[in-house]
């Protein structure tokens, strides 16, 4: 890792990892360094949704909306195996929002954000609607409209295999421990997972490291830039799948939050998220017994059987990274993202990335080099724009051919069920085919984990997606985690470790 590069960046969550690889195809040498895995802090704890973000309009984030709208299709299109549409249902419910503002606001949606692909919005009677089954009796109209799922970590991992394929240093288990600067450029100094030292050189530094952005700051010498980050914990639920039909909802509480109810892993749902300020390390946060207990009684407002905390089969946090804006409610803080540029006493550039969402990580990664400009090339920033134009590993397909990739995979592989297929294209797209190549009967993909998972897509992770235990490959590069029993996932862990320890 030792040697020089024209930019380093800390932090492999979502915008460290679309910086890299946004960089990378433009030409540049890159270095990444995460402390853990990819996407194991805030990337991998969101509701997991490509939307313009509805609630925002209220507190006119016009902007971010209409950037976000926008990217909705982008990001599909480069990415139809982890990100698709999925269409929301907002029961309307007396006492809250006016019917007036909802649909104001749901024509906005509709037409602010360039929408060519994703269908419109639409009014339900949910007394003849499948959608209106699972609620309350009390409920009877309900619009109806279009945003997009995605697989939070895996759009990271996939960002990160994409930039390393354009020649990018995307290096995990990788800790800053220092970093100093002068005129001409940063030294930053690496503590490897096994104890050992590398260094790293650069004339631009990028502080991408998402609820550390401040800490690391701390840690970087004289800086002009000051830590305004206000941390936000959001926490989400799983059940058991409460209906069948495909359509996820949208839920408002009277406390003026939303809550969302969504299809999650086949056999679940999904209900988030809440907003709360945190303090404390954020690798340490977890949901807890009051924020349950919310998310629980809020849904329970809408559906007909009541969701207890004793339903709940596994909770998740995350804590967001916001800008302080002085808001004065966690859930009214700014969304958007602000990026900040310093060259304290004429010194080497330091960028720090403050808020963003997972929507909006690419017009991020844009942004930052172009704030960057006047250290970069003109040939580079020339280069804008092509990371919405080439498709993340495995989405070299188009966003109408799911299906037809789905039974290409069944026809070659016929010993793979159904639901098999389904989940292996939903995670690697083409890459399914050569995860599976040359196999004729279940036995060929080698050791069977549990659930599905066979050796051949460990060590296809291991070897493309720097998954270094079972938890990577479980809860980041999958949810399989919700399935395999913990001698399981001990057995898998034990792989992992073996194999990544002689080198595989």
């Not at 540049?28 to 194991?40: C, G, I, K, R, T």
Request: net charge neutral; glycine share 10%.
């Amino acid at each position: 890792m030792d040697g020089f590069y024209d930019l380093l960046i800390i932090g492999g969550g979502v915008n460290g990892c679309g910086i890299a690889r946004d960089a990378a195809g433009r030409g540049l040498s890159v270095a990444l360094f995460e402390q853990n895995d990819l996407a194991s802090g805030t990337s991998s704890a969101s509701t997991k949704l490509i939307h313009g973000g509805l609630r925002y309009l209220e507190y006119y984030e016009f902007r971010l909306v209409r950037e976000a709208l926008m990217e909705r299709e982008v990001l599909w299109r480069m990415a139809p195996h982890i990100i698709w549409p999925l269409r929301f249902v907002l029961p309307y419910q007396k006492g809250l929002r006016p019917l007036w503002l909802i649909r104001l606001g749901l024509f906005l949606y509709d037409h602010i954000g360039g929408r060519k692909l994703l269908r419109s919005t639409r009014m339900l009677d949910l007394k003849r609607a499948s959608a209106g089954r699972p609620l309350k009796p009390e409920f009877h109209r309900a619009f109806e409209y279009s945003d997009c799922w995605v697989e939070d970590s895996r759009l990271v991992a996939l960002n990160a295999r994409s930039a390393a394929e354009l020649g990018a240093r995307i290096e995990t288990r990788a800790k800053v421990i220092a970093a100093s600067r002068d005129a001409s450029g940063w030294t930053v100094t690496v503590e490897k997972a096994n104890g050992t030292r590398q260094t790293a050189r650069g004339p631009i530094l990028i502080n991408a490291a998402g609820p550390w952005v401040g800490e690391v700051l701390g840690h970087l010498g004289p800086v002009s830039t000051t830590a305004s980050v206000r941390m936000v914990q959001g926490s989400h639920i799983v059940i058991p799948r409460l209906f069948d039909h495909k359509r996820a909802y949208i839920f408002q509480n009277a406390d003026n939050r939303i809550i969302f109810a969504i299809p999650y892993e086949r056999d679940f749902t999904l209900i988030g998220t809440t907003d709360r300020d945190y303090k404390g390390d954020p690798a340490a946060v977890a949901a807890t017994e009051g924020e349950v207990r919310y998310l629980c009684d809020a849904a329970s407002e809408y559906f007909e059987m009541a969701i207890r905390p004793e339903d709940v089969v596994w909770t998740y946090s995350g804590v967001r990274p916001l800008y302080d804006d002085g808001a004065s409610k966690a859930q009214e803080a700014t969304r958007d993202y602000v990026l900040k540029l310093d060259e304290h006493e004429g010194k080497a550039p330091l960028l720090s990335i403050f808020g963003g969402k997972i929507t909006t990580y690419r017009r991020l990664a844009e942004e930052a080099l172009e704030k960057l400009g006047d250290h970069l090339a003109p040939e580079v920033q020339a280069k804008k724009g092509w990371s919405g134009q080439k498709p993340l590993p495995g989405g070299d397909f188009p966003v109408s051919g799911y299906q037809h990739l789905v039974y290409r995979l069944r026809t070659e592989y016929r010993f793979l069920s159904s639901s098999t297929a389904q989940r292996l294209v939903r995670a690697y797209g083409t890459d399914a085919l050569n995860i599976v190549a040359g196999a004729r009967t279940t036995a060929d993909l080698g050791q069977h984990f549990g659930a599905d998972l066979y050796e051949r897509e460990v060590i296809h992770l291991i070897e493309t997606e720097w998954a270094r235990s079972a938890a990577d490959i479980l809860w980041r590069r999958s949810k399989l985690g919700l399935r395999l029993t913990a001698a399981e996932a001990d057995a898998l862990n034990s792989f992992v470790i073996l194999r990544t320890n002689h080198g595989g």
